[in-house]
Each structure stands twice: as C-alpha cells, then as structure tokens.
T-cell receptor
Framework: EPEVTQTPSHQVTQMGQEVILRCVPI?????FYWYRQILGQKVEFLVS????????KSEIFDDQFSVERPDGSNFTLKIRSTKLEDSAMYFC?????????????FGPGTRLTVT | SQELEQSPQSLIVQEGKNLTINCTSS?????LYWYKQKYGEGLIFLMM?????EEKSHEKITAKLDEKKQQSSLHITASQPSHAGIYLC??????????????FGKGTKLSVIP
C-alpha cells in the first residue's frame, strides 16, 4: 500500500542552525501539507502546497520556514534558524489528484529536538 | 476559528467492551476526519465523513456524523488491545485551489486492558 515517508525520523540540532525535513508523498498525489505537534499538544497546520506554490499557511509558518518540491518527488520543510520552541514532531501529509475533500495521508513524522 | 472538543480526554476499558468517543465542533463541519495515533508516531487515517447523517464502518470501528454536521462519534465494538492509542478528530477547512487544512481536536487517549 502506498505511504508517505519522512526522513530523518529524529533530528537533533542546536539553536540557530538550519534544518531540512524531507518527505516523499504518495507518488500520484498533488496536494502536500506540513503539520506539527508540540509534545502534549494538538496537531497544528503549518502550510499547504499545490502546483508548486503555497496554497495557504498558518500564523506559525513565518519567514523562518520555507517549503520546496525540488525534484518532483521530495517535499521539504526548511527552518532557517531554529529556536527552542521549534522542537516538535513534524508531519508531512499528501492528498490525491482531485480538488475538494479527500483522504489526507500522513507520514510517520520527524521528531525535531532543538537544544 | 473552528474549535473541536473531544470527549472523553482519556478512556480505559476492559478488552471486549464497547466504547464511544465524541467530537463536537463550534461550527458546522465541512468534513470530519478520524485518525488514530500511537504515542510518538504518525497519524493513521481511519474514516472521513462529509454528509449529515453519514455513517461509515471499518472492521469494528464505526463513525457517524450527525444531521446538523456539528458532532461526530467514533464507536468501537468489542475493543482489543490493538485499538489502544490516541484518537484524533480533524475538521476540514477549505483553503482554496482544491486544497484544505485540517484543524484537530486534542485527542482521546484509549487504553484497553487485556
């Protein structure tokens, strides 16, 4: 069964460093998302991406964050200068080819720890 | 903004017992998703409901969306230890260009005692 994959599973970085979290969405999907979950809190929407551009972003997704689909298969989230409060589980998700409501599949997540 | 309240926050049941988890929205739901999450892991898609009064089942799990589309319930019949985890409901919020984001509740932690 097709699945969303994410690498690395765990990333430890020092405050101020740049990190890139990688995701490989399901191959024929066109809509891509990043969410995050701070330990013990709700899963929160960060950004949606379609047709090589951001569809929508939340207040959390400030100038320190960027997304890219560099090669038609990977979907990346970059945090330019990490802060302690960026420590969280980051989930990538993808949705199929048609617009509207459809099944949104999540990856296993990358646990980011900022020290 | 749309708020989702899940109840109960946690639930401990004996294996074999039935249980129900509720998800209530402050606004009419455009669509409602149920996911299961094991601690520290990803979200596993369970079901999606869109129409008022809709009901879907998969194995021993049944999800319903009320007619007013403001409340959903997830019912597990004859629970097993494999059902243990955190159940999340997510409300669809359209964001244009055929895309949408999900707003999640805080989750219900289910423990099943053998």
């Amino acid at each position: 069964e097709p699945e969303v994959t994410q690498t690395p599973s765990h990333q430890v970085t020092q405050m101020g460093q740049e990190v890139i979290l990688r995701c490989v969405p399901i191959s024929n999907h066109l809509y891509f998302y990043w969410y995050r979950q701070i330990l013990g809190q709700k899963v929160e929407f960060l950004v949606s991406f379609y047709n090589n551009e951001i569809s929508e972003k939340s207040e959390i997704f400030d100038d320190q964050f960027s997304v890219e689909r560099p090669d038609g298969s990977n979907f990346t989230l970059k945090i330019r200068s990490t802060k302690l409060e960026d420590s969280a589980m980051y989930f990538c998700a993808s949705k199929g080819t048609s617009g509207g409501v459809g099944e949104q599949y999540f990856g296993p997540g990358t646990r980011l720890t900022v020290t | 903004s749309q708020e989702l309240e899940q109840s109960p926050q946690s639930l401990i049941v004996q294996e074999g017992k039935n249980l129900t988890i509720n998800c209530t929205s402050s606004k009419t739901l455009y669509g409602l998703y149920w996911y299961k999450q094991k601690y520290g892991e990803g979200l596993i898609f369970l079901m999606m409901l869109q129409k008022g009064g809709e009901e879907k089942s998969h194995e021993k799990i049944t999800a319903k969306l009320d007619e007013k589309k403001q409340q959903s319930s997830l019912h597990i019949t004859a629970s097993q230890p494999s059902h243990a985890g955190i159940y999340l409901c997510g409300a669809v919020k359209p964001s244009g260009a055929g895309s949408y984001q999900l707003t999640f509740g805080k989750g219900t932690k289910l423990s099943v005692i053998p």
